[in-house]
């Protein structure tokens, strides 16, 4: 296939892909963006109803808590560690990535395996706090916390709070669950055989959209 | 260097592809069972099929159900024993039950809009012809695009069976409001039906996704050599429109769905606020209903386009074709649709003007809606124009592609009344509504389809269906269609609700017993039209007139360029190349000449 990239060459004359691109990206390009308005709908969702109510609970006093300091005030520290664990995984993919254009197997294989720690450790954090919440009497339909000005919340501040986290936990475990898959497929050697790394890439699209969402939940969940 | 090789080795994939299957058909035939040709096929031309044949078995079932509550509606005082014996309880004494009523109203709507009109019409054609009008071996994905097949049928699995539990079907309609589908307890059709309802459209919008990720690749990474976008077809164009319509507005519905089921089984009041059932008050509050609204009609509306935008690319090339003519403005046909697209987005809330929506903000959607005018006008003024003076073949495909023009100009202008908010407030609810948009989306929407099935039947089981029972069919469907619709305009506009049970309780409408019930005869003459289509759709499949032709519309476009039964891969040795657009109809002399034609010397000097 031709591939030497001149000024004159026709992307669009058919024959080969317009962006130079495998059909495999390009789909996953499109359904990260059909995955952007499913969050989309549940953010404004969130937004629509918050609006609405007349007050909503302070997040510092609600994100308070972190594991073995008991009662010790300490606005929003875990969820600030949550996302640095996120964040920190989302650039050990990008070296996972880059190890795979380098064709560098066992580069691939270390740092894919960060990242599915990163992932892990970030599931395990969101466990924890969702724990914690449960003890303290929040779950879908119960809100124990109070509105900012002192009145009785409804409990949509937790029933957003569950359903989002929680939807955006499940893409995070179906991107751990994909990254061991593709994992196990580096250690095999399945890539060094077909000559690419470009599944490391794809599912490297996926984690970074994982991030990107968890960066607009974060900011409406925990700082706004 | 890594995306060379990537680019590099898809290649050789699909070069491989081609040898395994590009022979010889007979060769096919003896490779793999029955299962994997018929059931779990990759074959793009089977799994066309496949939608096709459950699209027709759900539109039979949907349109009984709708003969079914005419009978109620244009007989409200007579009983059918024979009701009974089919629906039980649910027709107690050969009456149908108010609860009955709404089941059926509930699942004609939902059926007809996503079962057929959506997976049997744009999962049919986008499937068969993509590949075969872009030049390509198959889908880009023919694995995901099989899974989608399955997606769809689990959904018809889990439909179905909604049918037949206890409480009955989902019936509040088949927009699925909350609070009535969000609380089991506000009537038995909100109870284990209105779940299944969900389940089931959830594994829909998922088949919606692979199918549309699957196109959207095809067209955009699969065309043949010289296959410009400029050189597709007007029907490809219109698939991939509709595949990101799909693509971007399926998972808002999906996020609806997720918040009604919350509030359905998790105590949650994203829907709920301020609420009694049976005399009893709710503690859920802080919720609004409206959101729901909200978040279903940014699909809601742009399922229209992805119903009516295959029918437009499928007429579109029909038209060209049997007028022997170049369809007339291309650009113009593939901007407008464009323009569709984008405003398909930005006009959700009009259905929504009498929910209480900020009148300021409706003035804005008002705005919106009516310039979705333009383009449709463009279009329809491009079809005139196409057929005008055209050396006219009146094929059934060619009938029903008019009657298609016919259809959508009535039922269109009738939206312009509908998407002034001061109107609407008159007309909203009312059978104005149901009379406009069962001819704009759903006849419409149909006459595409059926245009669609007499026209690349002969690609599709190397048969014609038969021409008599074809005409007869048309001219049932048309004048019938007309009868049904028509007169509904009137009895909208003097008030008459939709989605009641009995309007003979009511002095206002009594004036129109016995239009309710000319309706209702009509609509049992159509549906009997429709069951003609429907045996010759399948008689024709194993005794209909053999195509003798490879190319027997005389058509430009590629499909043609296969053996009359393609094997899996399409075409025998190399995928032809493309020279020039697919609408060179009486030119130079000449009746067509196909895409596959270099151009001539003079040709290139006109600077083509």
């Known amino acids: ?224 | 260097m890594s995306n060379e090789a990537t680019l590099h080795s898809q290649e050789v994939i699909h070069g491989a592809h081609a040898h395994d299957h590009g022979h010889d058909d007979h060769e096919h035939h003896h490779e793999g069972g029955f299962i994997s040709k018929y059931v779990f096929s990759l074959d793009h031309k089977t799994i066309a099929k496949q939608f096709l044949i459950t699209g027709i078995i759900w539109a039979i079932i949907g349109a009984f159900f709708s003969v079914l509550f005419r009978l109620q509606l244009g007989f409200p005082d007579a009983t059918f024993p024979w009701l009974e014996s089919i629906l039980g309880h649910w027709a107690k004494g050969g009456r149908i039950t108010p609860e009955a009523y709404y089941a059926l109203v509930t699942m004609h709507g939902t059926i007809l809009v996503f079962f057929v009109l959506t997976a049997g019409l744009s999962g049919t054609f986008s499937n068969l012809l993509i590949p075969l009008q872009v030049g390509a071996r198959d889908m880009a994905s023919p694995l995901m695009n099989c899974m989608s097949y399955w997606a769809f049928f689990l959904a018809s699995v889990v439909m179905m069976t909604s049918l037949f539990v206890q409480t009955g079907p989902a019936s509040g309609g088949w927009t699925a409001y909350p609070p009535l589908s969000a609380l089991g307890d506000a009537s038995i059709g909100s109870k284990i039906g209105m779940d299944l309802w969900l389940i089931s459209m959830a594994l829909f919008v998922v088949s919606q996704l692979l199918g549309g990720l699957n196109y959207i690749s095809t067209i955009l990474n699969m065309r043949t050599k010289g296959m410009t976008m400029t050189k597709m077809p007007l029907t490809i164009w219109s698939f991939f429109f509709t595949a990101i319509l799909g693509v971007l507005s399926f998972p808002v519905l999906l996020s609806g769905f997720i918040l009604l089921l919350f509030d359905r089984h998790a105590g949650t009041s994203f829907y709920l606020s301020d609420l009694f059932v049976a005399g009893k008050a709710l503690s859920n509050e802080g919720g609004s209903a409206i959101l729901y609204q909200h978040l279903f009609w940014f699909l809601g509306h742009p399922e229209v386009y992805i119903i009516i935008l295959p029918a437009m690319g499928m007429v579109s090339e029909i038209l060209a074709v049997n007028s022997r003519k170049p369809i007339f403005g291309y650009l113009a046909m593939v901007g407008s649709m464009f323009a569709i697209v984008i405003l398909a987005f930005l006009v959700w809330a009009h259905h929504m003007f009498v929910t209480g929506l900020n009148p300021f903000l409706g003035a804005f959607f008002v705005l919106l809606t009516l310039l979705i005018a333009v383009p449709s006008a463009i279009k329809v003024f491009n079809w005139i124009t196409t057929i005008w003076k055209g050396n006219l073949r009146f094929t059934p495909g060619m009938l029903f592609a008019i009657g298609f023009v016919s259809t959508f100009i009535s039922g269109g202008l009738t939206g312009i009344w509908l998407g002034n908010s001061s109107i609407d407030i008159h007309l909203h609810d009312t059978y104005f509504v149901i009379a406009h948009f069962h001819i704009v989306m759903g006849v419409s929407a149909f006459f595409g389809t059926f245009a669609g099935v007499y026209h690349w039947y002969p690609k599709l089981f190397g048969r014609y269906l038969n021409n008599t029972i074809a005409y007869i069919h048309f001219w049932i469907t048309l004048i019938g269609a007309y009868l049904i619709f028509w007169p509904m305009h009137y009895e909208g506009m003097a008030g008459m609700p939709r989605r009641y049970y009995d309007y003979s309780s009511w002095e206002s409408f009594k004036q129109f017993t016995d239009l309710n019930h000319f309706i209702s005869v009509v609509v049992i003459v159509v549906f009997a039209a429709q069951l003609m289509f429907v045996f010759n759709f399948f008689y024709s499949i194993f005794k209909g007139r053999k195509v003798t032709s490879t190319n027997p519309w005389s058509a430009t476009t590629l499909e043609w360029t296969t053996p009359i039964n393609p094997g899996h891969g399409n075409w025998i040795g190399e995928i032809p190349e493309v020279y020039r657009w697919p609408y060179d109809y009486s030119k130079n002399g000449k009746d067509f000449i196909p895409q596959t034609v270099p151009l001539s010397p003079d040709e290139e000097k006109e600077g083509h």
Not at chain 1, 91 to 98: F, I, K, N, R, S
Not at chain 1, 166 to 175: A, Q, R
Not at chain 1, 180 to 200: C, D, F, S
Request: one cysteine or more; charged letters at 10%.
């Open chain 1, 1 to 224: 296939m031709d591939t030497a990239v001149t000024a004159k060459k026709k992307w669009w004359s058919g024959g080969h892909s317009p962006f130079n691109v495998s059909y495999g990206k390009l789909m996953m390009w499109y359904f990260l963006m059909s995955d952007a308005f499913t969050f989309g709908a549940l953010l404004i969702s969130y937004g629509t109803i918050r609006f609405m109510s007349t007050s909503w609970p302070d997040p510092n006093e609600v994100f308070h808590s972190f594991p073995g300091m008991g009662h010790t005030h300490l606005p929003l520290v875990f969820v600030s560690l949550m996302t640095f664990i996120l964040i920190m995984s989302s650039v050990t993919m990008v070296l996972a990535v880059h190890a795979g254009h380098m064709r560098d197997r066992k580069a691939v294989a270390k740092w894919l395996s960060w990242t599915i720690l990163g992932g892990i450790a970030f599931l395990s954090c969101q466990a924890w706090e969702w724990t914690h919440l449960h003890e303290a009497g929040a779950w879908w339909g119960r809100n124990p916390f109070l509105n900012v000005d002192g009145t009785i919340a409804s409990t949509n501040f937790t029933n957003f709070f569950f359903t989002i986290t929680g939807f955006h936990g499940l893409h995070v475990t179906s991107g751990v669950v994909l990254n061991i898959v593709i994992l196990a497929n580096v250690l095999k050697g399945t890539y060094e055989e077909r000559g690419h790394y470009e599944m490391v890439e794809k599912v490297g699209l996926y984690w970074h959209f994982v991030d990107l969402v968890w960066v607009f939940v974060f900011t409406c969940f925990y700082l706004l």
